[in-house]
């Protein structure tokens, strides 16, 4: 019954930034940790960045210095907040809350134009 709504996608040119949320549509309880997840036509989805409800972070070596994750404890919300943008960086982005069974969002599309 609970939904992670992602919002903040779209189209940017390359060097631009965009800023992804996540927040679901009821409360969710015992959140390990939540994060973002991309998948690119022809590619298996993939990790971009995580986050614990301590704050300790995780990157993909694709993103890190570039990319920065942050979250709200008390509203159970993440953010992914995305910088020099490059057209590798087109895909699918998925929100994920972990408690020991996984709650993810339909995504929403990242289209970075050279």
């Known amino acids: 019954q609970v939904q992670l709504v992602e919002s903040g996608g779209g189209l940017v040119q390359a060097g631009g930034s965009l800023r992804l949320s996540c927040v679901p549509s009821r409360s969710i309880f015992s959140i390990n940790y939540m994060g973002w997840y991309r998948q690119a036509p022809g590619k298996q989805r993939e990790l971009v960045a995580t986050i614990t409800s301590s704050g300790i972070t995780n990157y993909a070596g694709s993103v890190k210095g570039r990319f920065t994750i942050s979250r709200d404890n008390a509203k159970n919300t993440v953010a992914l907040q995305m910088n020099s943008l490059k057209p590798d960086d087109t895909a699918v982005y998925y929100c994920?809350?972990?408690?020991?069974?996984?709650?993810w969002g339909n995504g929403i599309l990242v289209t970075v134009s050279s």
């Open positions: 994920r809350a972990y408690t020991g069974i996984d709650y």
